[in-house]
Structure formats: structure tokens, C-alpha cells
């Protein structure tokens, strides 16, 4: 069973910073794609930002381009989400999740294209 594991939410004011973190078992970092995804109360499932398995490749939503950066570890497992200059929009609960991929530089934007997901972390960003 593959296990994601989110760190890192909690409350920070507009302009603040916040880096998020998802600790997945060995095997999901083999040959698995990485994104971060969010969801705010009364909202879908939305695309943040995701990385390649190799993390040649980087993909960011419109809104967080320039304030968001994914990162990952291989060794550790593990991979980042980088959050400066928080707005409340920002607001939601986080989800890592894992997609496996033979493309070693892509990552998929779809929900529906990643097998493993994380239990979420909130972030609340105050005005």
C-alpha cells in the first residue's frame, strides 16, 4: 500500500510564508509523478502545482506562478511545496498525490490521472 503523508499547514498572515511537505513511501518515488493539489470549503478539487519524477519538469496553476515552487528529494522520499507571498485566496485544504508515469519529464494537471493521495493538510491564510 502506498502511503502519502502531508506536513506543514497551518494559519500564516497575507504575505507569509509556509512550505509544505509529503513523505511517501519508497515505492512511490521510483517512477511516480507529484503534484500538489487544494480544495476549498464548497469548492472542486483544484490543480496546484506538480513535478516529474525525474523533477525535470515543473507545472504551476496561473495563480500561483512566481509565488508557489514544487521540489523533490528522491533519497528522502519526499517532495515540497514552497508557499511565499500568501494571499486568503490561498486558503484551502493541500493534498499531495502520486501518479505513475513512464514519461520521466511530465506530470499531469488532471485529478483524475494520479493513484495515491495524501489525507491533506490545511493552510489558512488570514487577511
Known amino acids: 500500500q502506498v502511503q502519502l503523508v502531508e506536513s506543514g499547514g497551518g494559519l500564516v498572515q497575507t504575505g507569509g510564508s509556509l512550505r509544505l511537505s509529503c513523505a511517501g513511501s519508497?515505492?512511490?518515488?521510483?517512477?511516480?509523478?507529484m503534484g500538489w493539489f487544494r480544495q476549498a470549503p464548497g469548492k472542486e478539487r483544484e490543480f496546484v502545482a506538480a513535478?516529474?519524477?525525474?523533477?525535470?519538469?515543473?507545472y504551476y496553476t496561473d495563480s500561483v506562478k512566481g509565488r508557489f515552487t514544487i521540489s523533490r528529494d528522491n533519497p528522502k522520499n519526499t517532495v515540497y511545496l514552497q508557499m511565499n507571498s500568501l494571499k486568503p485566496e490561498d486558503t484551502a485544504v493541500y493534498y499531495c498525490?502520486?501518479?505513475?508515469?513512464?514519461?520521466?519529464?511530465?506530470?499531469?494537471?488532471?485529478?483524475?490521472?494520479?493513484?495515491?493521495w495524501g489525507q491533506g493538510t490545511q493552510v489558512t491564510v488570514s487577511s
Open positions: 519508497p515505492r512511490t518515488f521510483s517512477s511516480y509523478a
Open positions: 498525490a502520486a501518479s505513475n508515469q513512464q514519461n520521466s519529464d511530465y506530470a499531469p494537471e488532471s485529478t483524475l490521472e494520479y493513484d495515491y
Open positions: 513535478i516529474s519524477w525525474s523533477g525535470g519538469r515543473e
